[in-house]
């Protein structure tokens, strides 16, 4: 059961839902987390989560299927990324199972917020770790915050299944090349305020960032990862060690290989070299897989498949990764969980 919402035209906005998991980090051990109604973080000035960026996130989804269950797709991948991440700005890891544990207590206190089958909506988890306790000096907390919130949404660019465009980022980059590209922390996204700013104001969806080293290749999407489908029928995606290794990347480059039959590469994309690809895209949780019309690169705009279609091989990525999600195609083992 569900309540009633314009399931259709959600967006991505948030919602404040009636339950959140929260737990605390005392004298070295997690205390035992539980759902709380209050959505407010009450908060010491000396937070060094507030001064120093001593904090992290997640992002996740949960699922409502043509049966009307609800299921989360990898929530171990984003544990283990949480705990990657935790390992970089020398914060606890916060357990698979305790993680997965508070996603499916959130999801299930919520429940009817999870869109309706069939209306493209499903609902957004968001992880949160905060070094927390009262420090003023540059040095990792004692304490810490985990908490998970959840709200229902729709598109996260609001092209959808249509394609947008993109400009890549001449100025900016969002992370430096042996810094904190590939931990999933907020002052990534700071960085990426301003650029991403300048590019909406230009009506494109999002800024594509280069490798902050040379400038010459592709890292990702302010957003999402990116890749492209060679005119060979390969699917591409960069590999770097600044950019956030996504879920739904990993997942797509097997779903290229095992289920579409194409041969899949984590390489090197240059910048000057989009002619190879006949189709691009932005992949990530919230973009799903949003498909990319045209990229500007200084005076150049080059589009790929169609400003306005999505391409064959996109679209038949979409329908397996999303019928995977949606529980109406065989998933690979261990890849859905049932709430
Ligand atoms: N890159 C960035 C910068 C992101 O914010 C995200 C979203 O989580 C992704 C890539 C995609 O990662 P995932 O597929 O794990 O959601
Ligand atoms: C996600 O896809 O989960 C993200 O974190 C992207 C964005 C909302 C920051």
Redesign the pocket.
């Known amino acids: 059961m569900s309540v009633n919402l314009d399931w259709e035209n959600l967006g991505f906005s948030y919602m404040k839902l009636p339950y959140r998991y929260l737990a605390y980090y005392k004298n070295g051990q997690w205390e035992k987390g539980g759902l709380t109604e209050d959505a407010t973080l009450h908060m010491s000035e000396s937070y060094p989560c507030l001064h120093y960026g001593q904090q992290a996130f997640e992002?996740?989804k949960a699922y409502r299927t043509k049966d009307g269950s609800v299921q989360l797709f990898r929530p171990d991948?984003?544990a283990k990324?949480l705990q990657r991440t935790s390992d970089r700005l020398l914060m606890p890891q916060v357990p698979t199972d305790m993680f997965v544990d508070a996603v499916k207590q959130v999801v299930r206190a919520n429940e009817e917020y999870v869109p309706p089958y069939g209306t493209g909506g499903t609902l957004y988890i968001r992880p949160l770790l905060l070094g927390v306790g009262d420090i003023i000096g540059v040095k990792p907390a004692d304490e810490y915050i985990f908490t998970v919130f959840a709200m229902p949404v729709g598109n996260y660019f609001k092209g959808g299944l249509t394609p947008t465009n993109f400009i890549v980022s001449d100025k900016y980059d969002?992370a430096a090349p042996y810094g904190t590209g590939a931990a999933?922390v907020g002052g990534?996204?700071a960085a990426s305020l301003l650029p991403g700013q300048m590019a909406h104001e230009k009506k494109f969806s999002d800024v594509i960032y280069l490798d902050p080293a040379t400038h010459t290749k592709i890292e990702?999407?302010?957003?999402?990862?990116f890749f492209g489908i060679t005119k060979d029928n390969e699917f591409v995606t960069p590999y770097s060690p600044s950019?956030?290794?996504?879920?739904?990347?990993y997942s797509l480059l097997y779903l290229a290989e095992h289920r579409l039959g194409l041969k899949a590469i984590e390489g090197d994309v240059p910048i000057d070299d989009l002619d190879r690809f006949a189709e691009a895209g932005a992949?990530?949780?919230?973009?799903v897989i949003s498909p990319i019309g045209g990229i500007q690169h200084g005076e150049d705009f080059h589009v790929f498949y169609s400003e306005t279609e999505v391409g064959p091989v996109t679209r038949k990525l979409y329908n397996e990764l999303t019928g995977i999600q949606f529980g109406d195609v065989e998933a690979p083992e261990g890849w859905i969980v049932k709430v």
């Open positions: 992002g996740m991948q984003n990324r969002r999933k990534n996204y990702e999407v302010g957003s999402a990862n950019i956030l290794p996504s879920i739904t990347k992949c990530g949780t919230a973009a």
